[in-house]
């Protein structure tokens, strides 16, 4: 993979990370859910998994899964919430202890404090909802465990100035019969958890535990800036001692000065890399900075790594893949039961195959990467179904956009596949002409007489002339004068020249037959045009073609046969 290519992916994976960060910040409108409210139905992200007839459902603190929730799933005849319902009014319960809270919009909330303060003049303020956050020592808070009118556990929170504890969860048979364990012993456990989790979030969401998590983060990423920018100096430096290595003409010896230019090279992109890595480590340990972001911050930590082992997997697939192209390939070339004609031109073929067969197959890896890379980001994979149908939508949206790109793919793999034309044919395309340098999925490159490359798209090559294909031929025309006294005569001298032309040693080889003498072809008023076929091995016409006219000019002038004073010709 390519420097280029490897920053697309980095940059891709800090881009979304970043917009991730400012989607998190924002505080929700409801951050939380009481016990009796309805929760919304979840996303496919947040759906819980089916582990035998239960399903499961993470119940997270400080975003660290804490208990494991279950729901029947056969013979669900009491209609409760499924596990990942359950999981998020727990939640949402449980956030009201360590979190501050803000159970309306800012617009709301704006709008309570100003009927309070300038009309009203009072302190109850319904959107900051019941007092649970953070206040006293983290210590005073306990958890109790009840009994519900059903007989079922129920574990509550206890605090200071608070006479009723406040309800988190139900201990269903459910949820002892997933651990293995009955009600009463895992109602037990569960409250020594819950307890120990919950004063350490309380803990952390102390002013002076969130001011010590500030200053840290801060000294961290500047020290992290530090280094990248040093990185960054350290980068330009190399890379333009290597522009000054590969511009020398003189200086050290051949040899040492291109161990100079890789050493340069390898220490540029060590330096390229380290530099991504750095930036994903400020990204990352800034997302951790903030309390219950710690797994986001460690999923962006360790991104660059998966990413590096997927690249490295996707690698040797490719180069697995090419390998049994080369293979096919060569079966196909050698393949013993094809004409001496046909086998030579799949070897001219085969170049072009072996070429966007690589090229294909690297392209398709480097999707596959692509993708799995992008679903691994956090907050990719949990899109929902919404977020699918509109991501297909864009891409529907960017097809018809480039649909030039797609007819020219289309068209460039019916080419291939239809042997219009190969890497080194002599190829005419809408008044174009040259020979064939290069096929690609997209474009074909074809070099001029005067050594310039052009390049014609795939879907501009619906009319084709290929001059090289299996064998080559020209057809050489002579205007003779119409004071001519005997034309037969004319026509022995040129059928005798290609006769003498055809058994010549140095070029029989280059020719399959011998010239034609085709005879009177027409007659202008500038003179009787004469033609003789030229059929010959591929792309040897023009040469053969520039010696038969020298034989024939010089078979007529030494027979006094009178040439017309324009006459045509095809020379290439």
Known sequence: MTPGRRLAGWLGGVLAAMLLLLALASPPARAGLLPGEKAAPAT???AATEAGSYAIANVRILGIPAL????????NQRGGPDASQRARVIEGNLNLLYATQNFCSPSETLSENLLEALVLHGSDRACRGANWAPQGKPGDLSIVISRDAGGLNVLGARLPGHPEPLQLLTVTQADARLNGVSTDTLARSWRQLLERRLRHARRQMEFSSLKVRERIAFNVELLLGLLTALSLWLLSKCRNLTSRLQGEEGGPPNRRRQTLVLLSSGLTSLLFVTVLGLLMAMVGLAVMAVPGKVPLGLALLMQP?????????MGLLAAALRLLANFLLHQWLDNRHVPADQRARRSQRYRSLLRVSHRLINLGCIAVVAVLILIEIPGVRDLSTTAAVAGGALLGGLAFVFQGLLRDFVAGLALLLED???IGDWIEIGGLEGDVEDVGVLSTQLRGTDQRVVVVQNSNADRVVNHTKYR??????????????????????????AEDFAHDPTWADKLLQAPACRGVTAVTPQGIEVSVLL??????????????????????????????????????
């Open 535 to 572: 059929i010959t091995r591929t792309g040897e016409q023009w040469m053969c073609g520039r010696e038969l006219r020298r034989r024939l000019l010089l078979a007529l002038s030494a027979a006094a046969v009178p040439l017309a004073r324009s006459w045509s010709a095809t020379p290439q």
């Open 472 to 497: 080559s031929g020209e057809d050489v025309r002579l205007l003779l004068a119409h004071r001519i006294a005997d034309i037969n005569q004319a026509l022995a001298v040129i059928a005798a020249a």
């Open 305 to 313: 790594f998966d990413a590096l082992v997927k690249v490295l997997v």
């Open 420 to 422: 219009r034309y190969a």
């Open 44 to 46: 496919e992200a947040e």
């Open 68 to 75: 494991t929730v279950a729901s029947p799933v056969v013979n």
